[in-house]
């Protein structure tokens, strides 16, 4: 039994405020349903279980790039957005934060009952992943919220977080289907004994090897169990630093968006009408989309997209928000219908700056960049919770 990876983030409290909700909704309907377009449910899953590519898609979303609330935010926007799709995506997300969780199992049930699933083994892979989370491994984190992603295949991603008070963080756990390879038996009919009301039984003969594989994690030094698993430790500084940043990942994107370099490649002609501003979101979220896996070690750089909703490292430019939403979703319906240049051109970008970053040499204007990003922030509807950004003048405040 292995998970997918953890996530260690520090703790972030407060709302997202509905006029980033509501994009990131939209945006996270449009990335998710390209992905199942182009690579599949089981790609989609698979994302859904790195804890960097999850983390990179919260900081494109505009949520802050490496606190706790990414994954209550990330996760309630795409339950909210994909979920009415359900049937025609053959995806659903299960559960949810503290009380929503418990409402995992019906909706497991209904998910199951409509796609002739077995619920049972199903509603045992999410107490498993729960139980092992925060039982049979004691590492100070108590469970809070717990996200069961299925699809009408059977496979399965969780994404689970819990909270440690002494050491103000959180934890989050990802579980992929194909990886846990102990749950596969189907669930016992009888036990002997006394009533004793619900449990979880592990005293079938089949539940075995599960057992044997709890045991062999609790036993195991924490130093070689992190090390088989993939994770991610976030900073606890708010604010984004170059150190943060793979610089020539970020450069290439940039030189491609705002030095006038896209009129050179053919297979972005269609994306001309687009500002530079426009097109350096674009080609993050094109990343975010179809980059392999090991493009994701940096989330802090998907940030550079729509930035924050506290301001790091500058205040969400709403307008562009909207105009990659827009921009993308109109891409996806063209393909629909068999045009596909346009959502081909916004794959391009990410693919041709993934090419000229082996020969760019980042110019360490990296403070200079985010200083550029907020002194414009106005012009592209700059937005933070504190208020919305003002044209700068000699005053250090920027915001109402």
Same mark, same amino acid.
Request: aromatic letters at 8%; hydrophobic letters at 35%.
């Given at each position: ?225 992190? $090390?088989?698993?993939? !994770?991610?430790?976030? /900073?606890?500084?708010?604010? *984004?630093?170059?150190? @943060?940043?793979?610089? =020539?990942? &970020? ?53 550079? $997209?729509?930035?924050? !909703?506290?301001?790091? /490292?500058?205040?969400?430019? *709403?307008?562009?928000? @909207?105009?990659?939403? =827009?921009? &993308? ?34 110019n360490g204007n990296f403070d200079e960049l985010i200083a550029k990003e907020r002194a414009e922030s106005w012009k592209y509807g700059g937005r933070t919770v504190f208020g919305k950004a003002k044209k700068p003048t000699n005053q250090l405040n920027?915001? @109402?």
């Amino acid at each position: 039994m292995k998970r997918a990876g953890i996530a260690d983030l520090p703790l972030h409290y407060g709302s997202v405020p509905p006029w980033l909700a509501e994009r990131m909704g939209k945006l996270g309907l449009a990335i998710t349903e390209e992905i199942l377009a182009s690579k599949g449910k089981d790609d989609f899953l698979s994302r859904m279980s790195s804890p960097f590519w999850f983390q990179s898609l919260g900081a494109v979303m505009g949520m802050d790039w490496h606190s706790s609330g990414i994954t209550t935010s990330v996760m309630g926007a795409l339950k909210k957005a994909i979920n009415p799709h359900a049937k025609e995506f053959g995806i659903q997300i299960c559960g949810g934060k503290g009380k929503l969780s418990r409402n995992t199992p019906s909706e497991l049930l209904k998910f199951s009952e409509l796609n002739s699933l077995d619920a049972t083994h199903l509603v045992k892979c999410s107490k498993l992943t729960a139980k092992v989370d925060n039982t049979a491994i004691q590492d100070g984190f108590q469970l809070y919220q717990h996200h069961f992603i299925i699809s009408n295949e059977g496979n399965w991603t969780v994404v689970q977080q819990g909270m440690s008070d002494e050491s103000s963080t959180a934890r989050r756990y990802h579980w992929h289907s194909s990886n846990v390879q102990s749950f596969t038996e189907e669930p016992h009919t009888f036990i002997y004994g006394e009533n004793q009301g619900k449990i979880l039984n592990l005293t079938d003969k089949r539940a075995q090897p599960l057992k044997k594989s709890m045991l062999e994690m609790m036993a195991e030094p924490p130093q070689k169990m992190l $090390a088989e698993i993939c !994770k991610l430790v976030m /900073p606890k500084h708010h604010d *984004v630093q170059a150190k @943060d940043v793979d610089l =020539k990942r &970020l450069g290439s994107i940039l030189w491609l968006a705002q030095n006038n370099n896209i009129a050179n490649f053919d297979e972005l002609l269609l994306l001309e009408g687009l500002g530079p501003r426009a097109l350096q979101s674009l080609a993050l979220v094109s990343e975010v989309i179809y980059g392999s896996p090991s493009r994701f070690k940096d989330p802090a750089r998907f940030s550079f $997209a729509h930035g924050g !909703k506290d301001g790091h /490292p500058f205040p969400v430019p *709403v307008n562009i928000y @909207d105009e990659t939403i =827009k921009t &993308l979703n109109d891409a996806i319906k063209k393909a629909k219908i068999g045009n596909t240049d346009k959502i081909q051109a916004i794959k391009s970008l990410s693919q041709i700056a993934s090419r000229v970053e082996k020969d760019f040499i980042p110019n360490g204007n990296f403070d200079e960049l985010i200083a550029k990003e907020r002194a414009e922030s106005w012009k592209y509807g700059g937005r933070t919770v504190f208020g919305k950004a003002k044209k700068p003048t000699n005053q250090l405040n920027l915001f @109402d």
